[in-house]
Structures are given as C-alpha cells and as structure tokens.
C-alpha cells in the first residue's frame, strides 16, 4: 500500500515538474514579447520627439538637459533590453536588435558630444534610421510562435 503511495506521489510530481517547465516556456514568451513591444515603443516615441526636444534644447538651457537626461534613460533602456531572458525560437530576432541597438548606442553617445559642443543633437548620429529599422522588427514579434 505504501509502494502505491509513493508511486502517486512519484508520478504526480514528475507532471507537476514537466508543467512547470512548460508553464516556463510561456511565461518567457510572454514576457518576451511584453517586453519587446514596451522597448519599441519607447524608441518609437523617441523617434517622434527628437527633432523637437532638439530644436527646444538649442536655445533652452533646462530642455538641454531634460534631452541629456532622456538619452541616458534610453541608454540604460538598451543595456536592460539586451540582458532580457530570451525564448529559444525569439534569439534571430533578438540578436537582430541587439546589433541595432550597438548602433544606436553609438549614435546616442554622438549626441551627447553633440550637445556638449553646442551643436544640433541629432546631426550625423544615424539615430532615426536605426529606431526605423529597430520599429520594422516589431512585426516579427506577433509572428513567433514557440
């Protein structure tokens, strides 16, 4: 009775481990995916507020710095998408933007010399044509499936 027992008590936490893993899987997915499409967005507004946080910081001292501020913000916003826990299927796609986050990070370090030598923030930086080409990835996520 007590073998009986035990081999119950054996099988259900062998299917209880498997789920888990499998529950695992998911949740990465989702979280993934959750997280992708919040990073995109975040450089999409980026994208749409650049010009004029640039136009503004040419001749306001404090929007100056607020546009300092956002591109760091951004800056660290891409070292934690790069550290996100990526799903099996998702590491192409993944890999994709990390390659067009190094070149967004370069441009992003541009306008910050840029900005300190009084010049136009996004001049030459290649900023827009990466968020660009970063936001056309976005599609892919909706395609992937585990």
């Not at 910081?57 to 996100?84: F, M």
Request: proline share 2%; net charge negative.
């Amino acid at each position: 009775m007590k073998t009986k027992g035990l081999a119950v008590i054996l099988a259900v936490t062998l299917l209880l481990a498997q789920g888990c893993g499998i529950l695992d899987g998911i949740g990465q997915t989702v979280n993934f995916a959750t997280e992708t499409t919040t990073y995109m967005d975040e450089l999409k507004t980026f994208g749409q507020d650049m010009n004029g946080l640039a136009e503004q910081a040419v001749a306001d001292i404090d929007a100056r710095t607020d546009l300092k501020e956002r591109i760091v913000a951004l800056k660290e916003q891409i070292v934690q998408y790069e550290g996100l826990t990526v799903p099996d299927y998702a590491k192409d796609l993944h890999a994709s933007i990390v390659q067009y986050n190094e070149t967004l990070q370069n441009g992003l370090d541009k306008a910050l010399t840029n900005i300190e030598q009084g010049r136009a923030a996004f001049d030459a930086t290649g900023i827009p044509d990466t968020i660009g080409k970063i936001n056309e990835l976005l599609t892919q996520i909706g395609s992937l499936a585990p």
